[in-house]
């Protein structure tokens, strides 16, 4: 799919350049920007037979992935965080309502399948799954959020979306965003969410850095980007 056919407005330029604009001390804080089905849980439908999940949704079964909550605590600490999922409303709302309690209360912004850019086809794993994009652009050029963040506020330099799935990054700057192995819930053994899980410890170190395309340049993590 060429990305001018795809979204022919969309123009990222250089995509290797970093910008390197003095920022107000109150948005030195990254965002992350996480997808939810992958990272943070497991959801199966139909719901498997030989094991529960954590709780049952629309005929869903949604598995918490391990130590999710104190990452999810690590990360409103350290990080603005914004949720981002291509799942409808109705699904990501109960989902993030059981995950979060009070902290949805901090997030900058909580968005569904209506914010992604669709293109009309199917994806080649699921026939019946929709091909869709999450345009980071959507969230620079956004001025709805609560003050101090503002348009204007967040880009390429600040920003990471942490997906499970390369392709929905597609018409994004490059090293924007990484992409972890989708959790299962059959891996008994994953603890990429606890304290020294590779996930936590890549986070950990972005947070040493000033500039996130740099940090994803020079620190590959998990499944390729398509580019």
Not at 24 to 43: A, E
Not at 121 to 135: C, I, M, N, S
């Amino acid at each position: 799919i060429s990305k001018n056919l795809v979204h022919s407005g969309s123009s990222n330029g250089n995509k290797c350049s970093y910008p390197k604009i003095a920022r107000p001390i109150s948005v030195r804080k990254k965002l992350l920007v996480l997808d939810v089905n992958g990272i943070l849980v497991d959801i199966v439908r139909p719901p498997p037979k030989n094991c529960r999940g954590d709780v049952h949704m629309y005929g869903q079964a949604v598995f918490k992935r391990p130590f999710c909550w104190d990452f999810l605590e690590f990360c409103f600490q350290n990080f603005y965080v914004g949720i981002w999922s291509s799942r409808s409303e109705r699904v990501l709302n109960g989902v993030v309502d059981y995950l979060m309690g009070g902290l949805k209360y901090k997030l900058v912004f909580c968005w569904n399948m209506e914010k992604c850019t669709k293109t009309g086809l199917k994806t080649l794993e699921h026939k019946h799954k929709l091909l869709v994009f999450k345009e980071l652009r959507e969230i620079w050029e956004c001025n709805s959020f609560e003050s101090p963040r503002k348009k204007g506020d967040f880009d390429e330099s600040n920003t990471l979306l942490l997906d499970d799935s390369p392709y929905k990054a597609f018409l994004n700057p490059l090293h924007t965003a990484i992409f972890p192995r989708p959790y299962s819930y059959q891996d008994k053994n994953d603890n990429s969410l606890g304290p020294d899980g590779d996930i936590r410890v890549y986070l950990k170190g972005l947070l040493q850095s000033d500039n996130v395309q740099k940090y994803v340049e020079q620190h590959p993590f998990g499944q390729r980007a398509i580019d």
